[in-house]
């Protein structure tokens, strides 16, 4: 062998233990909360008390729980509760703890053709925009967001995928994804707080719903059962999800604003 490739050779395992030592956490969670900014503002505080590196796969809700069933994640911070303890009753996650929650808003064009500002819920604001045939564009992705609009659609006493391809257009995508179609076709939408206050596209789109208790969007963390999941990060995801529900975690997540708007409040003492 020579110098040279002896000497790579003694890199390369004098490498490994440092590479072997690194800790992380896998964090399967959302697009809103991603978009919003809060994870940016609030994991380093974790990784700096920890040492340990949280990083987030951002997706639908629906998605996480999958990704999450198929063993391919360590932790859960997602949106769907229903969904949330169907994961946990099957015995793929631990436990559901409460950990945040903001609200859910519907937007449209600044000229809301279809009178939807003027309605006083937004089972109201739902019906004026169907009644108008007013484009909405829906994440149609499976997501938290998605379930909680299709709950709106139903509680209007409204089957709006029955008029899919005409005014109501699924985009199968992300909420900001969502929101810049929506923006582009003029439509309305429905999107969480957070990821409003932080889209820079608005154009002159604006909120035409907001305030009624059922857009209430509660948040949850649940770590991945390792009897289901062997290779899951046990140690790691158990001192973020502590860390989350301290009062370190929850003074963070209270403390991150955008444009002066508190996006987030803390759920773990509840």
């Known amino acids: 062998m020579s110098r040279l490739t002896l000497a790579a050779a003694l890199v390369a395992l004098v490498a490994l233990p440092a590479a072997a030592a690194e800790r992380f956490v896998l964090v399967q969670s959302t697009t809103s909360t991603a978009n919003s900014g809060l994870y940016d503002a609030i994991l380093p505080q974790f990784e700096a008390a920890t040492g340990i590196q949280a990083r987030v796969v ?14 391919d994640g360590d932790l859960l911070v997602v949106h769907a509760r229903a969904a949330e303890e169907t994961f946990v009753a099957e015995g793929h996650g631990l436990a559901r703890h409460a950990l945040m929650h903001n609200d859910f808003v519907i937007v449209g064009p600044a000229d809301d053709p279809a009178g939807a500002a003027g309605t006083p819920d937004a089972a109201a604001a739902l019906t004026a925009i169907a009644r108008a045939a007013a484009p909405f564009a829906s994440r149609g992705d499976e997501s938290g967001t998605h379930a909680k609009e299709r709950a709106l659609w139903t509680a209007a006493g409204i089957d709006a995928a029955a008029a899919s391809g005409t005014w109501y257009r699924e985009t199968g995508s992300g909420m900001g994804a969502t929101l810049n179609l929506a923006v582009g076709m003029d439509a309305y939408a429905l999107t969480d707080r957070a990821t409003w206050v932080a889209f820079a596209n608005k154009a002159g789109h604006r909120i035409v719903a907001e305030g009624d208790p059922a857009l209430f969007n509660p948040y949850g963390v649940i770590r991945v059962n390792p009897e289901r999941c062997p290779n899951v990060r046990a140690a790691e995801a158990e001192a973020l999800e502590a860390w989350l529900l301290s009062p370190a975690g929850q003074d963070a997540i209270a403390a991150y604003r955008r444009d002066g708007q508190q996006l987030f409040h803390p759920d773990a003492a509840d």
């Open 58 to 71: 951002a997706v639908g809700t629906g998605q996480a729980l999958k990704n999450a069933r198929n063993c």
